[in-house]
């Protein structure tokens, strides 16, 4: 074996066994969530393989395979128990080998969610794609987007930072993921309410115009919910939650601002849509505890204040297309920030579309890094530098990049513990007044990349490759347990840590129930390996970040106007 192998397999085996790593508190002044839009490991970052299901990794370490068991269609139009070998589709989910080409948007509701989880067997993926004569023997959510779309983020993962284990928290769609990213629940209200409504989720999203904050709003069924049973059903409650967030508490209200002392901004494409985490806050959304709050409307100039200092949306009050680079470009980057991308920059698969979409996605995210970490020209504050960005090298920023749930597509790695009947973990029952949770944790495997001055790992070259969290040795993937496991939970309650903020409401939110959050460990601090600050490395990337500011000229549009995803709910 050559040095180098030797050197990168003591290195993973080492990684393997190393304790968790420990990080001062305050290392970074600034932490960026970034999230995109329902992916798994296995299909954004995967490949084909020969027979499967087998390891296939981009890099050694990496927990990717390439296909699994489940049902697949039949020339009857029956469904067969087999392995399934995973495809190739482009990031748009366009798929031209159809009998009439389509977009490929697998079933990502909650009761999609329980029926690809199939009572712990996870081989229910192709409960939607009964229909030989157009799909052939195939199954499109078993499927692996094509490299050439995905270059900036394997670039990322290959220089910074990748978990092989890194789970949604929720088993659902796309906006109680962002409820949890954003307050660290989707119940309904604070804990311990006299109605233990505390103990229920929202499940499913509400309907495409109604995930806002409309005061006083009360209307039966929208959207579902589901009990510690894991069994949905409807209430007749507001949509909108009275609880607190990471940012925001009911109780610190001064003077209409509901702040916890750290400045923070969600960037968000528009009002109405199911990734407007903020709306669902009535504190935020219109001011809930002013006593002049009556006829307050959500993101109007009527609206709360809290609002209007913190949302951030494109083409309003002299932001671009993209308001996060013109906050990085003017050196306004809040201490904690949340970055929703506009449905033409998501990966979400792009739902009516007639052809083949334009991928840009991994762009956004690339250009979002290269931005903090080289500085922006023509920014007097943040001139373009690899050795003196001001938030690379002055200002230490972290940027998280995750995915917000599975979006149908299949993946090979069971959840931590779905914490209703599960026979792959052992639970027969949930006592929901003592276990978190009940019903309704955990998802499915997400990505999640990591990037910051302190994640990576030293070569012999005295450069830097990926740091790999729970790393397989060869293709032994054993690590998937603490402290290499990770939710939602364990972003928000890194950002407590490092900003010295309390948890939200332990010990009924995601913070605290975090998988890493237990013996003393700081959830994520195994991606903060080095004690000195690396060198920023460029991602490359198709599109520069001018693209995004000013989406129409790039795309050669008349116009662009700001969307949201679909409802989500849909099945293909």
């Not at 809290?306 to 671009?320: F, I």
Request: proline content about 10%; charged content about 15%; hydrophobic content about 30%.
């Amino acid at each position: 074996m050559k040095t180098a192998a030797k050197a990168l397999v003591f290195l993973i085996a080492l990684a393997a066994t190393a304790p968790a790593q420990t990080i001062q508190p305050g290392t970074f002044k600034h932490i960026i969530i970034v999230v995109q839009e329902n992916r798994t490991p296995d299909n954004l970052f995967g490949s084909s393989g020969y027979p499967c299901p087998m390891e296939v990794p981009f890099e050694p370490g990496v927990d990717i395979v390439d296909g699994g068991y489940g049902y697949f269609p039949t020339s009857n139009n029956q469904l067969q128990y087999g392995p399934i070998c995973n495809t190739a589709l482009p990031l748009s989910a366009w798929d031209p080998n159809l009998a009439k080409p389509k977009v490929i948007d697998p079933d990502h509701a909650h009761t999609g969610w329980a029926t690809d989880f199939n009572g712990g067997n996870q081989d229910g993926f192709c409960h939607e794609y009964e229909n030989y004569s157009v799909y052939g023997s195939t199954c499109p959510s078993y499927s692996f987007v094509d490299k050439s779309d995905v270059q900036p983020y394997l670039a990322i993962a290959t220089n910074y930072g990748w978990a092989n284990y890194m789970f949604q928290t929720n088993e659902g769609p796309s906006f109680p993921a962002h409820q949890f990213l954003f307050t660290g629940t989707s119940a309904p209200v604070a804990p311990k309410d006299s109605n233990n409504y505390y103990l229920d989720f929202v499940a499913e999203n509400p309907n495409f115009n109604d995930s806002g904050c409309p005061q006083g709003f009360q209307q039966s069924g929208v959207p579902a919910w589901v009990g510690p049973t894991g069994n949905e059903f409807t209430m007749p409650f507001d949509e909108c939650y009275a609880h607190d967030s990471l940012v925001t508490a009911a109780a610190d209200c001064t003077s209409n601002d509901c702040d916890r002392g750290f400045s923070w901004t969600y960037y968000t494409p528009t009002m109405g849509i199911i990734w407007d985490a903020p709306a669902g806050i009535p504190e935020v959304c219109y001011q809930e505890n002013d006593v002049n709050n009556a006829g307050k409307v959500c993101g109007t100039v009527n609206g709360g204040q809290e609002w209007a200092n913190h949302v951030r949306l494109p083409d309003q009050n002299g932001y671009s297309d993209a308001p996060i680079f013109d906050d990085l470009f003017k050196c306004k980057l809040a201490a904690i920030s949340w970055v929703i991308p506009d449905s033409q920059w998501s990966d979400h698969p792009q739902d009516g579309a007639k052809t083949q979409p334009t991928v840009y996605g991994p762009s956004w995210v690339g250009d979002i890094v290269d931005a903090v970490g080289n500085g922006m020209t023509g920014s007097t504050c943040n001139p373009p530098s690899t050795t003196n960005a001001k938030y690379w090298v002055q200002e230490p920023t972290l940027i998280l990049i995750v995915w917000d749930d599975w979006g149908g597509w299949f993946d090979h790695v069971p959840p931590i513990a779905a914490l209703q009947e599960n026979p792959q973990t052992g639970y027969k029952s949930c006592d929901p007044t003592s276990q978190w949770g009940c019903g309704y944790t955990s998802g499915f495997r997400v990505p999640l990349l990591v990037v910051s001055p302190y994640t990576g790992t030293p070569s012999a070259s005295s450069t830097y490759t990926g740091y790999i969290s729970g790393p397989c040795v060869g293709n032994n993937c054993n690590n998937n347990k603490f402290p290499y496991q990770h939710d939602f939970g364990s972003i928000l309650r890194f950002t407590e840590y490092n900003f010295g903020m309390p948890y939200i409401a332990s010990p009924s939110y995601a913070d605290y129930n975090a998988p890493d959050n237990q013996q003393g460990n700081v959830p994520l601090s195994d991606f903060f390996p080095l004690t000195t600050a690396r060198p920023f490395v460029s991602i490359p990337t198709p599109k520069a970040f001018t693209c995004f500011q000013h989406f129409a000229k790039c795309t050669g549009a008349t116009t662009y106007v700001p969307t949201g995803p679909d409802d989500d709910n849909e099945a293909d």
